[in-house]
Nanobody, 129 residues
Framework: VQLVESGGGLVPAGGSLRLSCAAS????????ISWFRQAPGKEREGISC??????????ADSVKGRFTISSDREKNTVTVHLQMNGLKPDDTAQYYC?????????????????????WGQGTPVTVSA
């Protein structure tokens, strides 16, 4: 499984960005793909997750109402998008996507991120004040 993030950049406060995570090599139908972020000197934070079986979505309180996760599939590649609106300087971080097989990934992605075996390299987001 390969995950490749894109879409990061520099944006002023209040602006928007759309991150994408292209996931290839997924061999099973049930999986969850999540977004994490890590700012310098801070712990990694799971911010959103989407399940393949029913499309259910999950959000951390810090991004709820501002970020929207979605996914689409074309042939053998699943692309998960994270639409980020109303960005704040506190959203500045390196953003990663991660994935695992199963039907309960989004229930543990944040508290047990070490269980996720597949990670991308990340894309940087900088929000200027």
């Amino acid at each position: 499984v390969q995950l490749v993030e894109s879409g990061g950049g520099l944006v002023p406060a209040g602006g928007s960005l759309r991150l994408s995570c292209a996931a290839s090599g997924l061999h099973f139908d049930d999986y969850g793909i999540s977004w994490f972020r890590q700012a310098p000197g801070k712990e990694r934070e799971g911010i959103s997750c989407i399940m393949s079986d029913d499309g259910s979505t999950y959000y951390a309180d810090s991004v709820k109402g501002r970020f929207t996760i979605s996914s689409d599939r074309e042939k053998n590649t699943v692309t998960v998008h994270l639409q980020m609106n109303g960005l704040k300087p506190d959203d500045t971080a390196q953003y990663y996507c991660a994935a695992d097989y199963g039907i309960d990934v989004c229930r543990y992605y944040n508290s047990q991120s070490y269980r996720l075996p597949f990670w991308g390299q990340g894309t940087p987001v900088t929000v200027s004040a």
